[in-house]
């Protein structure tokens, strides 16, 4: 991930996604609000709203990061199951 870098969403790349998945509702809630045609695509990650890290102490990283890799792992069994989608 050291190369990785945020990008401004765009239509393509709504397009072309088979699901987006959200951090907090609220991004979801903007995502929807400016691509209402993805509706159906823009999914939160996890029930809970995963803490946001910015500027916080490698410990605080560190939570967003067990946060996120909890939420992927119920993703992970959910899928897997033929589980339906968080909303």
Do not use: W
């Not at 945020?6 to 609000?33: F, G, I, N, P």
């Not at 996890?46 to 067990?66: H, L, M, N, T």
């Amino acid at each position: 991930l050291a190369t990785h870098r945020s990008r401004t969403v765009t239509d393509k790349m709504l397009e072309e996604a088979y699901q987006v998945r959200c951090l907090t509702k609220t991004h979801a809630d903007m995502l929807h609000s400016d691509y209402p045609d993805y509706r159906e695509k823009i999914l939160v990650l996890s029930e809970r709203d995963i803490s946001d890290p910015f500027g916080g102490s490698d410990k605080v990283y560190a939570k967003s990061a067990e946060e996120i890799n909890a939420a992927v792992q119920t993703l992970i069994d959910e899928l897997t199951q033929g589980g339906g989608n968080i909303q």
